[in-house]
DNA sequence: TCCATTTGACCGCA
DNA sequence: TGCGGTCAAATGGA
């Protein structure tokens, strides 16, 4: 199955862009790891090297590529592979999910990529709601839903008169944990009021909120399911379970062989070719780190550059508890890996 | 007075 | 016809 060329190029070349944002800064952050640097600073790094991965994977999700994977995947490999096709953690609602998504696209511009995140609040933050994205929403709405015992509340962006910014997001309270908030974007901010830092608004005791899991759907039924930044699973329409054959490592993309994801996918801007050898190797004691120390993108073009980011407000500090196999990186010490049994090849990346 | 929230009504879809 | 999503009038707070 073909994807749209321009728009596979496109998301190409911003997908690239965005992984090598990300390397880049998480180079800066290990460099600055034996320095005495203030907590901030940290924190921004960190923000900023999970808005990247962020953005990337949004353009994997919008430009269409993830739905390509899935197609160009046989289903007989999805099995036995770290990356599974989970439920969605209201799983009983997915399909609720995907009919909103519909409806959604329809009544409010045709808006095709959204996402869903888990926010887990402390207990005394509980009944206050999710914590603050960093953006500014309205209140809309709010419906009982079926079957859920809280309701669900309906936000859009407050610049959406002024700045014509179409973002909204729902908000339910988890049947099972009240503590936890699933949250539903749809939509891309527009507007150019930047998200608010959290790590200059809140105090850092301040910032207990833990973000579980991010989910990335498109309208095709697909999903990416992004835990604690960098763990992806993607996930399919179907309520079965299905596992995704990808756990990539920057080795395997090099030595894929006959899988020429890497090389098909990265080779127009010598992607992988950037790598420093101590993320290259497979077999380093180090952890292995991005580095576009040598890489030939320098800048950050192809993706609408916005004030900031659109999702660094679901930057959240916790990763305990989800060392998921899925993907392994536990970002930014481990590896990335890719799996070299991905099954990729050219033809859906070509032109 | 302005702005955000609340809430019942309305609409589209399956 | 039921459900989810949105609208818009009513309401309240600053």
């Given at each position: 199955?073909?994807?749209?060329?321009?728009?596979?190029?496109?998301?190409?070349?911003?997908?690239?862009?965005?992984?090598?944002?990300?390397?880049?800064?998480?180079?800066?952050?290990?460099?600055?790891?034996?320095?005495?640097?203030?907590?901030?600073?940290?924190?921004?790094?960190?923000?900023?090297?999970?808005?990247?991965?962020?953005?990337?994977?949004?353009?994997?999700?919008?430009?269409?590529?993830?739905?390509?994977?899935?197609?160009?995947?046989?289903?007989?490999?999805?099995?036995?592979?770290?990356?599974?096709?989970?439920?969605?953690?209201?799983?009983?609602?997915?399909?609720?999910?995907?009919?909103?998504?519909?409806?959604?696209?329809?009544?409010?511009?045709?808006?095709?990529?959204?996402?869903?995140e888990?926010v887990?609040?402390?207990?005394?933050?509980?009944?206050?709601?999710p914590p603050d994205d960093g953006y500014?929403w309205?209140?809309?709405?709010?419906?009982?839903?079926?079957?859920?015992?809280?309701?669900?509340?309906?936000?859009?962006?407050?610049?959406?008169?002024?700045?014509?910014?179409?973002?909204?997001k729902?908000?339910?309270?988890?049947?099972?944990?009240?503590?936890?908030?699933?949250i539903?974007y749809?939509?891309?901010?527009?507007?150019?009021?930047?998200p608010r830092?959290k790590?200059?608004?809140?105090?850092?005791?301040?910032?207990?909120?833990?973000?579980?899991?991010?989910?990335?759907?498109?309208?095709?039924?697909?999903?990416?399911?992004?835990?604690?930044?960098?763990?992806?699973?993607?996930?399919?329409?179907?309520?079965?379970?299905?596992?995704?054959?990808?756990?990539?490592?920057?080795?395997?993309?090099?030595?894929?062989?006959?899988?020429?994801?890497?090389?098909?996918?990265?080779?127009?801007?010598?992607?992988?070719?950037?790598?420093?050898?101590?993320?290259?190797?497979?077999?380093?004691?180090?952890?292995?780190?991005?580095?576009?120390?040598?890489?030939?993108?320098?800048?950050?073009?192809?993706?609408?550059?916005?004030?900031?980011?659109?999702f660094a407000d679901i930057?959240?500090?916790?990763?305990?508890?989800?060392?998921?196999?899925?993907?392994?990186?536990?970002?930014?010490?481990?590896?990335?890996?890719?799996?070299?049994?991905?099954?990729?090849?050219?033809?859906?990346?070509?032109?």
């Amino acid at each position: 199955m073909e994807m749209n060329c321009s728009s596979s190029s496109d998301g190409r070349t911003a997908l690239i862009n965005e992984l090598t944002r990300g390397m880049e800064l998480a180079k800066q952050l290990r460099a600055h790891l034996g320095l005495e640097l203030p907590t901030e600073t940290r924190e921004m790094l960190l923000e900023q090297i999970l808005s990247s991965y962020d953005k990337a994977l949004l353009i994997l999700n919008s430009s269409g590529l993830v739905e390509w994977l899935q197609n160009v995947v046989p289903s007989s490999a999805m099995s036995g592979s770290p990356m599974s096709f989970t439920k969605s953690p209201r799983s009983e609602d997915f399909n609720d999910h995907l009919e909103s998504s519909r409806d959604f696209s329809k009544k409010s511009r045709k808006v095709k990529a959204w996402r869903s995140e888990q926010v887990k609040v402390n207990l005394e933050n509980e009944l206050e709601g999710p914590p603050d994205d960093g953006y500014s929403w309205r209140k809309y709405g709010q419906k009982d839903i079926l079957g859920a015992k809280y309701p669900r509340s309906y936000y859009r962006c407050t610049y959406r008169s002024v700045q014509d910014c179409w973002a909204t997001k729902q908000v339910q309270r988890s049947d099972e944990d009240a503590s936890i908030f699933d949250i539903t974007y749809k939509g891309m901010h527009t507007c150019r009021n930047a998200p608010r830092s959290k790590s200059a608004s809140a105090s850092p005791e301040k910032q207990e909120p833990k973000l579980q899991t991010i989910e990335y759907h498109q309208e095709s039924n697909k999903i990416l399911n992004f835990r604690n930044g960098l763990s992806v699973d993607v996930q399919n329409l179907d309520t079965t379970e299905m596992t995704f054959p990808i756990t990539l490592t920057a080795f395997d993309c090099m030595n894929s062989g006959n899988n020429t994801l890497m090389p098909s996918t990265f080779n127009n801007n010598d992607f992988y070719h950037s790598f420093d050898p101590s993320f290259i190797s497979p077999v380093t004691s180090e952890p292995n780190y991005f580095s576009a120390s040598s890489c030939k993108i320098d800048n950050f073009g192809g993706f609408p550059q916005q004030p900031e980011s659109d999702f660094a407000d679901i930057i959240l500090a916790n990763t305990s508890g989800t060392n998921s196999p899925i993907v392994e990186l536990d970002f930014p010490l481990d590896p990335f890996h890719f799996n070299p049994d991905f099954p990729f090849d050219n033809h859906g990346f070509s032109r």
